[in-house]
Every structure is written in structure tokens, then in C-alpha cells.
């Protein structure tokens, strides 16, 4: 059980969105820089250095930290880019940095001792030994949890580690494990740990075919849709697939998380900090998302229920259709 | 006939936003309001990248014309066209002249109308990612596009949006729709 | 003596404990491969089948004058698959490991880095080296180039390309064969086991993708990436791994095993490949670092 109040980690994909966050209530905001430094490296998306340098003035002016993601693999030959986006991160004034390579964790550990270290999700480490191994070689203070982990799992865990733990309560849903996912490069040739990206926008199409339109990334066929159906983007893991004999979602419907009822239960195992995904959305997205769990956030602190999180945000999950995940264990 | 799911007809007067100012025709004019933009605001071109030099064709579909654009900072070019010319566009996007407006000035968020159909989109994703997280993090307004500081720009800015805002109340409250 | 040494790595599918004593058993007697893995890497509920009879195959390949890694869990949850990890990794032998998680128990330790371990770069691959990592087989996305680059700058530990096989592309909590037969992990009755390739996954237009095994995503089509001798020691690459199927693995091992040797052309090893019955049609995309799906040599 967390005796301090739980902490509220919101997304900011553009300077514009890291005002919004704050001023709706975030307690930490986390961006990126503008390259593959972090994972979700879309066009016209995150900051300049001085960009960065602006919204860190701006969260500490209104009493929110910043984190910033380096949260991808750095590529051979080329280790000095990441090491440089910490140094820059560490200089803006930052007040953590999310990482999972080993190169950058090192990198971060030896050269700037006084700015936190978080491990970042792409980092998969679910159990004691992995995060215990992370914390003795590189001194990190937090652990960002896979998302597939159970209540009770996670209030195992945080009994067994000293690190802190963050957990994802809302916004787009992984369903493989974070960080160790190739499914994009098979299909287009980038991918989360090569590129900071999945399914990249230059390789979907929108076909329209006299069955409807068929959204495809490097040609091979997501999904359809009927006309007069809203389209989706063709996220390879989110499609309708064939598998002995059925045609189903086959590895997750697409929905999207809402642990907005499991605060409590997430305050009571042990999670320090909440997490909000959504880098890429936007301001009105993110404003309302955060203003929400601010609410229900402070209602569980005061010790009581959290207020209908779930009708207040229907209407911004994808497809409006929403899932606990794996905190509740039926998912598996 | 109108089919049962079209969207709300633009009522006259709104058809009459559109000045031409100083006697220039419209694609001047926003030529030289996207340059003055990139003068006093470099940062949405840096932004934008190497998708400011990308074309991107608007074709509001209650408008008799469509426009082509090439967002590339004081090289900046809008120019008016005939609705068959928008072809060779990167990106074409294509929608009721409401619903652009709106997104533009943030009323509208850009990923509900384009998944819900309203707009529709075509062509390279990736710029079209490019110019809507650019236009997200711009938090423009109509008189950023129109050069004006002060008074002035808080009198447009309300006026315009103003006006948008009830032409918008007054184009779905129309009889006859949907 | 051949420069360049033939793995076989872990078998990733549920195969019964008589399957994979024939298996191991014609390996140890015929194929031309200098060391195997063997172990369960996917799914610990497959553990108790498998455990049994991994002694009497290990004794077996080791007789036959195999060099034996154990392979360990690449995503282990429970408190018994934690566990497993920490025992083999009290082993002498080599052991592979393929999460964070074991690296604490085997740090000091010599041990191979199996491709579900995020190597990357040469930093994170001296970071592993100096715990111990002998060899590196880094994840199947990194190109044949980029290889030879981390074999250039980390010469104490050897590369290894994986060659041969339907590709690993993720792991997930869930389980896709039970999902299939609408069934809950805690309760899949084991269907996977029908399986002994994965299951194929193919899209609304019928266009071969994916494949599924138990919580693994792999590649329907099949990697069969062929370097020749000479390519292979310019990059400095020392070790092949092949991943097992139900196809004849024992040619697999002698066609590498010929064009390892330089004794086979690049093309001829590729044609003889593909009079095998492999699960999917051949690709090597991800070695020429392009979308892994794509065959840049003709068949």
C-alpha cells in the first residue's frame, strides 16, 4: 500500500499538449525528442532541445515534473545520438529519464548521477530478478510495468522490489510485450527497437474496393471496412486475421485501456504512479483524458470511491469500446 | 435529392467569409498570409519538416473550388483551383468548409473527424500525420493567419470564430436534415 | 575443422517427449552441427511434458559429440518458471538466456544471449560480454551487416546469424491457441501441441503472414538466409543458428553445412532448401535489413 498520494504521468507530444497536460492537473508530463531516440518518433511530433527546455520551464513554473523518453535501442555505429539526447535531456533541467537500452542506461548511470532514472516499459522487465538487476547495475528509481501483468501480480511484485512502479491506466493497448515485438519490421522494415516507430504511416494505404476499403500496411490487409464505417488505422496487431478456420481479431480487439476503476486497487498494490498513453494524441484528447483521472485520482486519495471514470471518458477511446486488460486476469 | 447522411448545406451568408481584400484574388492573399505566417512563427515549418515542401490539396465540397498548398515556410504557395485539378496532390483532404475551418482553429479534433468520415483523406499518411500534429501543437487562429496583433486580432478572432461558431450552430440546426 | 560452427537452436513449439527423443537422436547421430540448445523457451506450462526427458537427450547429444546449451524461458511470469531459470543457470554447461531475469543468476558465468535479449549496438553488447555473454545471437529484426559491424567491435564474444526457420516476432501474455479455441491460458488443454510449426495466420485476403504458437507470433514464411563462406568471414560472423521444424533438419544442417564449408554455392544451397517441406515459402527480408517478409534472392 502507498501512503504517498499516487502520482499522475501524462502524455505531451507537442509542446502544445505538455501545456494542456499540466494545466489539466498533471502531476509529471513525458515527451520525446524529435528522432528515434524515443518510441514514438511520428512526423511532426515532440521536441527541440529548446523546445524541451521551454516546457521543462513551464511544467516547474506550474509544479509538474518532466520526464523524457529515450526509450528506444540504440542503432550500431551510431550509440553517440542517444548519448547526446541524454545529455540534453539531463541539461533542459529535466527531472527524469525513461530508458531500456542497456547503452543508455550505462551512459545516463555513469554520466549524470543526479537526474532519475526510470526504466521504460520497452525494457520488459515483468519479474523481481529483472528489475532487481536493473536497479543494481544502473540505480534506476522506478519501473514503467508491462501491461500484462494482474493485480495480484503486481502487489507481488512491488512485495518483493524497492524500486517504485508505474502502471498504464489508460489509452492504446500492447498487446505482445513491449520492446521485444518485430511484427512491424517484418511487415514494413521499421519497428519500435530499429525505428521508435509501429506500423509507420508511410506504409498504410486506404484501398476502396467494391467490399469496402481495405486499410493495408506495405500491402498486406488489416482490416476492411463497410461503407459508412469509420475507418481505423491499420495497426498490425490491432487487425482481423484467419486462423483455424476463423476470422477474428486474432490478437486483440481494438479497444483500448481503461483502468480507471482499478485505481484503488492499484493504489492498494503498491503502484506509485499512474500512466496515462497517448504521445500522439491530441490537446482536447489529452486535456479531458487527464482531467478525469485528476478527478478520480484525487477522490481516491481523499478515500473515496473513483468517480465514473468509465462514462466520463467513453466517448474517447478508440472505437469507444473499453477493457480493463490484464489487470483484470481473464484476459489471458 | 439529398441523400439521407449529407452533411449539413453551408447557408449563404458564410459563403460570403471569403473577402477579397484589396482587390487580390484568394490565392494571393493566402500565399502571402502562409509567408507572414512563417515569418512570425518558424517553428510550425521546422515542425512540419520535410513535409513542408510535400502539396496538399483542400477541396471543400461546398465550395466551387479547391486549393492547392505547399506549406514551405516564405516559399509558401496557395493557390486556387478548379475542383479536377487537385489531382498529383500528396495529400488530398476533402470536406464540408465548416469542418476544415473548425480544424484549423481547434474546435474539431482531426482524428474523430477523419476516422468518423466526415473529412475524408487520402494519400501519404505520413505527411498527413506530418501537417495534423503540426496544426495540433500550432494552436492557430484566424488572426495568425491573417497577420493582425492587438485589438484587432481579438475582434477577428471572436468575430471569425464567432461567426464560424453560429454559422456551424445554424448549418445543423437547418430544416430538412439528416 | 570449419571455421564456421552450426547451431541448432531451441525446438519453440509443444513436440511430445517422444517426438523430441527422435528428434535429438538422429540429430546426435547425423547431422553435421556443432552444438544444440535444448530447453523450453516459450511456455513454462509446457515444462513438466518436456522435463523429463531432457537428461537421457542431453547424455545422447553429448555422446555424439554435441556441445549442449540450455536454453531458458524468454518470458517467464510464475514463481516456478523464476525458478526454473535460476536452477539451469547453476548448470556447467553453457546456458542461454533470453530474459533480463537470468542474467542475475548467471552473471560471472559464461552464457549465450539469445535473440529475445535487446543486443542492439556494441555498447549493450560489451555491457553483456562483460557479464559473461560468449556468444551473441542477436533478435531476427538486426541485419546481416549490422551483425558484422557488433562482430568488428566486440571481438571477445562470437556473432550468430539466425539462419534457418520460421522467424520469432513476438511474445505475449496471452495465449493465440487457446484465444482460438476460445479457451483461457490457465485452462488450454494444450492445444498447441497440434501444431508442431505454429499455426498459420493469414489475412481477410488470404495473403500468407503470421503465425501462431501458444503466447508466440512467429513468420508463416520461412527464413532461409544462405551467406556464402566468404561473406561470412568478411563480416566476421562465426556461428549459424538453424531453428528446428518438422521438416528434415538433418539435411538443413548438411546443406549449411556444405555452404558453410564453401563447398555450395549461395543459389544451389537455396534450391536445395526448397525441395524440403518447410512450413512457409523462403525469405531473408530482415539479413539485406529490409521488411523481413521479403525474399531478395530468387528461390
Same mark, same amino acid.
Request: charge should be neutral; hydrophobic fraction near 45%.
Given at each position: 500500500m502507498t501512503t504517498t498520494r499516487m502520482e499522475l504521468v501524462c502524455p505531451a507530444?507537442?509542446?502544445?499538449?505538455?501545456?494542456?497536460?499540466?494545466?489539466?492537473?498533471?502531476?509529471?508530463?513525458?515527451?520525446?525528442?524529435?528522432?528515434? @531516440?524515443?518510441?514514438?518518433?511520428?512526423?511532426?511530433?515532440?521536441?527541440?532541445?529548446?523546445?524541451?527546455?521551454?516546457?521543462?520551464?513551464?511544467?516547474?513554473?506550474?509544479?509538474?515534473?518532466?520526464?523524457?523518453?529515450?526509450?528506444?535501442?540504440?542503432?550500431?555505429?551510431?550509440?553517440?545520438?542517444?548519448?547526446?539526447?541524454?545529455?540534453?535531456?539531463?541539461?533542459?533541467?529535466?527531472?527524469?529519464?525513461?530508458?531500456?537500452?542497456?547503452?543508455?542506461?550505462?551512459?545516463?548511470?555513469?554520466?549524470?548521477?543526479?537526474?532519475?532514472l526510470h526504466?521504460?516499459?520497452?525494457?520488459?522487465?515483468?519479474?523481481?530478478?529483472?528489475?532487481?538487476?536493473?536497479?543494481?547495475?544502473?540505480? =534506476?528509481?522506478?519501473?514503467?510495468?508491462?501491461?500484462?501483468?494482474?493485480?495480484?501480480?503486481?502487489?507481488?511484485?512491488?512485495?518483493?522490489?524497492?524500486?517504485?512502479?508505474?502502471?498504464? =491506466?489508460?489509452?492504446?493497448l500492447c498487446v505482445m510485450i513491449e520492446g521485444r515485438c518485430y511484427l512491424s519490421s517484418y511487415a514494413t522494415g521499421k519497428s519500435p527497437n530499429l525505428n521508435g516507430v509501429c506500423s509507420p504511416p508511410e506504409m498504410v494505404s486506404y484501398d476502396e474496393e467494391p467490399n469496402g476499403t481495405a486499410a493495408r500496411l506495405s500491402g498486406f490487409t488489416i482490416d476492411r471496412y463497410e461503407r459508412g464505417q469509420p475507418v481505423g488505422y491499420p495497426t498490425l496487431c490491432k487487425g482481423k486475421f484467419k486462423a483455424g478456420g476463423k476470422t477474428s481479431h486474432l490478437f486483440e480487439d481494438p479497444v483500448s485501456l481503461n483502468a480507471g476503476g482499478m485505481i484503488s486497487g492499484l493504489k492498494g498494490a503498491g =503502484? @506509485?504512479?499512474?500512466?496515462?498513453?497517448?504521445?500522439?494524441?491530441?490537446?482536447?484528447?489529452?486535456?479531458? =483524458?487527464?482531467?478525469?483521472?485528476?478527478?478520480?485520482?484525487?477522490?481516491?486519495?481523499?478515500?473515496g470511491d473513483a468517480v465514473d471514470v468509465d462514462r466520463l471518458l467513453a466517448g474517447q477511446s478508440e472505437g469507444a469500446r473499453q477493457t480493463a486488460g490484464a489487470y483484470e486476469k481473464k484476459w489471458r | 435529392?439529398?441523400?439521407?447522411?449529407?452533411?449539413?448545406?453551408?447557408? #449563404?451568408?458564410?459563403?460570403?467569409?471569403?473577402?477579397?481584400?484589396?482587390?487580390?484574388?484568394? #490565392?494571393?492573399?493566402?500565399?502571402?498570409?502562409?509567408?507572414?505566417?512563417? #515569418?512570425?512563427?518558424? #517553428?510550425?515549418?521546422?515542425?512540419?519538416?520535410?513535409?513542408r515542401s510535400a502539396c496538399f490539396g483542400i477541396d471543400p465540397v461546398d465550395l466551387a473550388f479547391a486549393f492547392r498548398v505547399v506549406p514551405d515556410g516564405q516559399r509558401s504557395s496557395v493557390r486556387v483551383v478548379s475542383k479536377d485539378n487537385t489531382a498529383g496532390a500528396d495529400v488530398l483532404i476533402r470536406g464540408p468548409l465548416l469542418t476544415l475551418l473548425g480544424l484549423l482553429d481547434g474546435t474539431l479534433d482531426g482524428d474523430a473527424m477523419f476516422f468518423s468520415r466526415i473529412i475524408s483523406i487520402s494519400g501519404r499518411t505520413e505527411a498527413v500525420l506530418a501537417l495534423r500534429n503540426t496544426i495540433e501543437d500550432a494552436e492557430l487562429r484566424p488572426s495568425d493567419l491573417l497577420g493582425l496583433h492587438g485589438i484587432l486580432a481579438r475582434c477577428v478572432d471572436t468575430g471569425v470564430l464567432g461567426t464560424l461558431g453560429a454559422a456551424r450552430r445554424l448549418a445543423d440546426n437547418s430544416p430538412g436534415e439528416a | 575443422m570449419s571455421e564456421i560452427a552450426l547451431t541448432l537452436g531451441p525446438v519453440f513449439f509443444h513436440w511430445s517427449s517422444d517426438r523430441l527423443q527422435d528428434f535429438y537422436r538422429r540429430i546426435?547421430? &547425423?547431422?553435421?552441427?556443432?552444438?544444440?540448445?535444448?530447453?523450453? +523457451? +516459450?511456455?513454462?506450462?509446457?515444462?513438466?511434458? $518436456?522435463?523429463?526427458?531432457?537428461?537421457a537427450i542431453i547424455e545422447r547429444l553429448e555422446r555424439g559429440g554435441k556441445q549442449v546449451v540450455l536454453s531458458t524461458l524468454a518470458a517467464p511470469a510464475t514463481v516456478r518458471e523464476r525458478r526454473?531459470? *535460476?536452477?539451469?543457470?547453476?548448470? *556447467?554447461?553453457?546456458?542461454? %538466456?533470453?530474459?533480463? $531475469?537470468?542474467?542475475?543468476?548467471?552473471?560471472?558465468?559464461?552464457?549465450?544471449?539469445?535473440?529475445?535479449?535487446?543486443?542492439?549496438? &556494441?555498447?549493450?553488447?560489451?555491457?553483456?560480454?562483460?557479464?559473461?555473454?560468449?556468444?551473441?545471437?542477436?533478435? +531476427? &529484426?538486426?541485419?546481416?551487416?549490422? %551483425?558484422?559491424?557488433?562482430? $568488428? !567491435?566486440?571481438?571477445?564474444?562470437?556473432? &550468430? %546469424?539466425?539462419?534457418?526457420?520460421?522467424?520469432?516476432?513476438?511474445?505475449?501474455?496471452?495465449?493465440?491457441?487457446?484465444r482460438i479455441h476460445r479457451l483461457h491460458k490457465d485452462s488450454c488443454q494444450f492445444t498447441c501441441e497440434k501444431d508442431p510449426d505454429g499455426l498459420s495466420v493469414d489475412t481477410l485476403d488470404d495473403q500468407?503472414?503470421?503465425? +501462431?504458437?501458444?503466447?508466440?507470433?512467429?513468420?508463416?514464411?520461412?527464413?532461409?538466409?544462405?551467406?556464402?563462406?566468404?561473406?561470412?568471414? $568478411? !563480416?566476421? %560472423?562465426?556461428?549459424?543458428?538453424?531453428?528446428?521444424?518438422?521438416?528434415?533438419?538433418?539435411?538443413?544442417?548438411r546443406i549449411y553445412r556444405r555452404l558453410a564449408d564453401g563447398k555450395e554455392e549461395p543459389d544451389?544451397?537455396?534450391?536445395?532448401?526448397?525441395?524440403?517441406?518447410?512450413?512457409?515459402?523462403?525469405?531473408?527480408?530482415?539479413?539485406?535489413?529490409?521488411?523481413?517478409?521479403?525474399a531478395t534472392a530468387p528461390a
Open positions: 507530444g507537442t509542446p502544445a499538449t505538455l501545456r494542456a497536460a499540466v494545466q489539466a492537473g498533471a502531476d509529471a508530463v513525458y515527451c520525446g525528442f524529435r528522432d528515434e @531516440t524515443n518510441a514514438r518518433n511520428f512526423p511532426g511530433l515532440n521536441f527541440s532541445r529548446d523546445e524541451l527546455a521551454e516546457g521543462v520551464r513551464f511544467a516547474h513554473g506550474h509544479g509538474s515534473k518532466v520526464l523524457v523518453a529515450i526509450n528506444t535501442f540504440a542503432r550500431v555505429d551510431e550509440v553517440d545520438i542517444w548519448k547526446k539526447a541524454a545529455d540534453m535531456a539531463a541539461e533542459s533541467g529535466a527531472d527524469a529519464i525513461i530508458a531500456a537500452d542497456f547503452a543508455v542506461l550505462e551512459h545516463v548511470a555513469k554520466n549524470h548521477k543526479q537526474i532519475r526504466l521504460s516499459v520497452q525494457a520488459a522487465a515483468a519479474t523481481p530478478e529483472a528489475i532487481e538487476f536493473y536497479a543494481a547495475h544502473f540505480g =534506476v528509481r522506478r519501473v514503467v510495468l508491462p501491461r500484462v501483468l494482474s493485480l495480484q501480480e503486481i502487489a507481488a511484485l512491488n512485495r518483493a522490489i524497492d524500486v517504485e512502479t508505474e502502471a498504464f =491506466v489508460f489509452g492504446g =503502484v @506509485t504512479a499512474l500512466k496515462i498513453e497517448g504521445r500522439q494524441r491530441g490537446k482536447g484528447y489529452v486535456s479531458e =483524458v487527464v482531467r478525469a483521472f485528476r478527478k478520480a485520482l484525487d477522490a481516491v486519495e481523499a478515500g | 435529392m439529398r441523400s439521407p447522411n449529407a452533411e449539413p448545406l453551408l447557408p #449563404g451568408f458564410v459563403r460570403r467569409l471569403f473577402p477579397t481584400v484589396a482587390g487580390l484574388p484568394l #490565392g494571393p492573399l493566402l500565399t502571402l498570409s502562409l509567408r507572414s505566417l512563417a #515569418g512570425r512563427r518558424p #517553428g510550425l515549418f521546422e515542425r512540419l519538416g520535410e513535409y | 546426435a547421430d &547425423e547431422a553435421p552441427i556443432e552444438r544444440v540448445h535444448v530447453g523450453e +523457451v +516459450v511456455c513454462g506450462k509446457r515444462m513438466p511434458f $518436456s522435463d523429463p526427458a531432457w537428461p526454473s531459470i *535460476e536452477d539451469l543457470c547453476g548448470d *556447467e554447461r553453457l546456458v542461454e %538466456i533470453n530474459d533480463v $531475469s537470468g542474467l542475475r543468476s548467471r552473471s560471472g558465468k559464461p552464457f549465450v544471449a539469445g535473440p529475445f535479449l535487446n543486443v542492439y549496438n &556494441e555498447a549493450s553488447a560489451q555491457f553483456l560480454i562483460q557479464l559473461g555473454a560468449q556468444t551473441i545471437c542477436p533478435p +531476427v &529484426e538486426l541485419s546481416f551487416a549490422a %551483425i558484422g559491424i557488433l562482430s $568488428s !567491435k566486440c571481438p571477445e564474444a562470437q556473432f &550468430e %546469424i539466425f539462419a534457418f526457420g520460421r522467424l520469432p516476432l513476438a511474445l505475449s501474455g496471452r495465449c493465440y491457441h487457446a500468407q503472414f503470421l503465425a +501462431v504458437n501458444g503466447v508466440q507470433t512467429l513468420s508463416n514464411q520461412v527464413q532461409a538466409f544462405c551467406p556464402s563462406l566468404a561473406a561470412l568471414t $568478411s !563480416k566476421g %560472423i562465426r556461428r549459424i543458428r538453424l531453428s528446428p521444424h518438422t521438416c528434415n533438419m538433418v539435411e538443413v544442417a544451389d544451397a537455396r534450391f536445395a532448401l526448397s525441395c524440403l517441406d518447410l512450413p512457409g515459402t523462403m525469405v531473408d527480408g530482415y539479413a539485406h535489413g529490409k521488411p523481413g517478409w521479403q
